[in-house]
T-cell receptor, first 114, second 112 residues
Framework: NAGVMQNPRHLVRRRGQEARLRCSPM?????VYWYRQLPEEGLKFMVY????????ESGMPKERFSAEFPKEGPSILRIQQVVRGDSAAYFC????????????FGPGTRLLVL | GQQLNQSPQSMFIQEGEDVSMNCTSS?????WLWYKQDPGEGPVLLIA???AGELTSNGRLTAQFGTTRKDSFLNISASIPSDVGIYFC????????????WGLGTSLAVNP
């Protein structure tokens, strides 16, 4: 059973460009979470999604950031008009229906904004 | 936002020693999770605890869900060099819409 998959693993963008981060949950998991981590810091919750629904986006910046989890395909975290402060590791996690709180993480996408 | 108090912040030990770390909360939790993160990788789930008083082992790792439901402990016995990494605790307070609350991590270094 493949784990949570994220791509790309590394992404370099110039200021003002768009970044798209993809996450494929574990097979059978219908809940996806996105986190952000700065160097030497813990994980910061961003958003919790189920298929076609955003359940909790209280950790998402109000502007430039959006997330979706369509009926088909991976979950996407989209950052528009990136700034240097967006540079971080972005982790996706998924959880099964019967244990929503037990989250399994992907390897992360490291975003560097030049 | 709310965070868990995780301690110690860092540890430097000799190979073969036992390690103990803990997390505490000001509110009652229904679930405790322990993760390990290696540099450049995502957190890996080590142990999940769902009941007060529960004691669960995973190899040399043992974790307990405190009876007050406000704390949890992780012990590593006979540490080895590959135990190096950052250990995070996370908990679920049922009143917060299923959003895990995270500790800031315990950084473990093992001297061979």
């Amino acid at each position: 059973n493949a784990g949570v998959m994220q791509n790309p693993r590394h992404l370099v963008r110039r200021r003002g460009q768009e970044a798209r981060l993809r996450c494929s949950p574990m097979k059978g998991h219908s809940h996806v979470y996105w986190y952000r981590q700065l160097p030497e810091e813990g994980l910061k919750f961003m958003v919790y999604l189920q298929k076609e629904n955003i359940i909790d986006e209280s950790g998402m910046p109000k502007e430039r950031f959006s997330a979706e989890f369509p009926k088909e395909g991976p979950s996407i975290l989209r950052i528009q008009q990136v700034v240097r402060g967006d540079s971080a590791a972005y982790f996706c996690a998924s959880s099964p229906v019967d244990r929503e709180e037990t989250q399994y993480f992907g390897p992360g996408t490291r975003l560097l904004v030049l | 936002g709310q965070q868990l108090n995780q301690s110690p912040q860092s540890m430097f030990i000799q190979e073969g020693e036992d390690v103990s770390m803990n997390c505490t909360s000001s509110s009652i939790f229904n679930t405790w999770l322990w993760y390990k993160q290696d540099p450049g990788e995502g957190p890996v789930l080590l142990i999940a605890l769902y009941k007060a008083g529960e004691l669960t082992s995973n190899g040399r790792l043992t974790a307990q869900f405190g009876t007050t439901r406000k704390d949890s402990f992780l012990n590593i016995s006979a540490s080895i060099p590959s135990d190096v990494g950052i250990y995070f605790c996370a908990g679920l307070n049922a009143g917060n819409n299923r959003k895990l609350i995270w500790g800031l991590g315990t950084s473990l270094a093992v001297n061979p």
